[in-house]
């Protein structure tokens, strides 16, 4: 079969023409009115009364969009990764219970902290790490982020990270965290190339990542089941690096990079001859178009996020603190 290496859609929304506008935002100084260009001044991302009310209306959205099984209902406040993972979720949901969630119990997040960078230019963006009803101790990393001042906040990424490995900011004396440039060659790996080296990794092994649920031990499973009786698995692993899937990094409070990176990722398998392939779930079969006969083909998005070691600091290696994949779709054939 050809095998479809493009996401299945790279960009939800074609935001070129509002990463190119100069927003600008006015202030009164002694002087008088003195414009001030959104695009060239370092400016927090948001206040934290702003970036509450951001959460506030991604949760109540959320959960429209989960106990109806809808996903035009939180559309607008999803983007990137988590929008692809979150509207396969829902489609699939809708298949199978086509009148909503039976289960359906409302996401509430507690103890929620904002860690909220000064930047300069659009896009612009801040960190919400909340415990919530679920998951049990993990906390909830959510990233948001908008193109301009009258955009509505979107998350982009959504990892859960165990509350002792969460790392410390590096904040300035007003409180703002540093957002770091993505091509910054500081880092153990540029966080920029996280990506492309993360699935390097997940094909051929090599160093630059620790040991890990992640890392090592997702590649020992993946290598277990490329072979057993009477199937076959393939393994495509890809960076989504652009858009709404572009990197974004903060500074630790000991020199080193908390980065949310994405992947995008291919699992085929194949039947010998005489036999089919394992009959899938009812959510992998709510999003499969085609007959399965002798392959199934599953794509997947994947969100992570890692701490990347300042070069010269202690081990050089990268850690894979969090992971959410999704099935995006699938094709049988």
Same mark, same amino acid.
């Given at each position: 079969?050809?095998?479809?290496?493009?996401?299945?859609?790279?960009?939800?929304?074609?935001?070129?023409? $509002?990463?190119?506008?100069?927003?600008?935002?006015?202030?009164?100084?002694?002087?008088?009115?003195?414009?001030?260009?959104?695009?060239?001044?370092?400016?927090?991302?948001?206040?934290?009364?702003?970036?509450?009310?951001?959460?506030?209306?991604?949760?109540?959205?959320?959960? @429209?969009?989960? @106990?109806?099984?809808?996903?035009?209902?939180?559309?607008?406040?999803?983007?990137?990764?988590?929008?692809?993972?979150?509207?396969?979720?829902?489609?699939?949901?809708?298949?199978?219970?086509?009148?909503?969630?039976?289960?359906?119990?409302? $996401?509430?997040?507690?103890?929620?902290?904002?860690?909220?960078?000064?930047?300069?230019?659009?896009?612009?963006?801040?960190?919400?790490?909340?415990?919530?009803?679920?998951?049990?101790?993990?906390?909830?990393?959510?990233?948001?982020?908008?193109?301009?001042?009258?955009?509505?906040?979107?998350?982009?990424?959504?990892?859960?990270?165990?509350?002792?490995?969460?790392?410390?900011? @590096?904040?300035?004396?007003?409180?703002?965290?540093?957002?770091?440039?993505?091509?910054?060659?500081?880092?153990?790996?540029?966080?920029?190339?996280?990506?492309?080296?993360?699935?390097?990794?997940?094909?051929?092994?090599?160093?630059?990542?620790?040991?890990?649920?992640?890392?090592?031990?997702?590649?020992?499973?993946?290598?277990?089941?490329?072979?057993?009786?009477?199937?076959?698995?393939?393994?495509?692993?890809?960076?989504?690096?652009?858009?709404?899937?572009?990197?974004?990094?903060?500074?630790?409070?000991?020199?080193?990079?908390?980065?949310?990176?994405?992947?995008?990722?291919?699992?085929?398998?194949?039947?010998?001859?005489?036999?089919?392939?394992?009959?899938?779930?009812?959510?992998?079969?709510?999003?499969?178009?085609?007959?399965?006969?002798?392959?199934?083909?599953?794509?997947?998005?994947?969100?992570?996020?890692?701490?990347?070691?300042?070069?010269?600091?202690?081990?050089?290696?990268?850690?894979?603190?969090?992971?959410?994949?999704?099935?995006?779709?699938?094709?049988?054939?």
């Amino acid at each position: 079969m050809s095998w479809d290496r493009g996401p299945r859609r790279l960009r939800r929304l074609d935001r070129s023409a $509002l990463m190119a506008a100069s927003l600008t935002a006015l202030s009164l100084t002694a002087s008088g009115c003195v414009v001030v260009h959104g695009e060239r001044e370092v400016l927090p991302g948001a206040t934290e009364a702003e970036a509450a009310e951001a959460l506030a209306d991604f949760t109540s959205a959320y959960n @429209k969009a989960d @106990k109806s099984y809808d996903s035009s209902l939180d559309a607008g406040h999803v983007t990137g990764p988590l929008a692809d993972i979150d509207e396969a979720r829902l489609k699939a949901g809708h298949v199978i219970h086509p009148g909503g969630n039976p289960d359906h119990s409302p $996401l509430e997040f507690s103890d929620v902290e904002y860690t909220i960078p000064k930047k300069a230019g659009w896009p612009r963006w801040f960190l919400a790490d909340a415990r919530a009803d679920r998951g049990g101790d993990a906390r909830w990393l959510l990233v948001f982020t908008r193109d301009g001042l009258t955009d509505q906040w979107e998350v982009s990424y959504l990892t859960l990270v165990a509350p002792e490995k969460m790392p410390e900011f @590096k904040k300035d004396q007003d409180g703002w965290a540093e957002a770091l440039p993505v091509d910054s060659a500081e880092f153990a790996v540029n966080p920029a190339e996280l990506g492309t080296r993360y699935v390097s990794y997940l094909q051929r092994g090599g160093d630059g990542f620790a040991a890990g649920t992640h890392t090592d031990v997702w590649r020992g499973e993946r290598e277990k089941d490329k072979e057993r009786p009477g199937l076959v698995t393939q393994y495509i692993d890809e960076p989504l690096s652009e858009g709404d899937y572009a990197p974004v990094a903060l500074r630790t409070a000991d020199g080193g990079a908390l980065v949310f990176f994405t992947t995008h990722h291919y699992e085929k398998q194949t039947a010998a001859a005489g036999t089919s392939v394992p009959a899938p779930g009812a959510d992998v079969e709510a999003l499969t178009s085609g007959e399965i006969k002798q392959s199934l083909t599953m794509e997947f998005v994947s969100n992570q996020v890692a701490l990347d070691p300042k070069k010269g600091a202690g081990a050089q290696e990268v850690t894979v603190l969090g992971r959410i994949q999704g099935l995006t779709s699938a094709k049988g054939e």
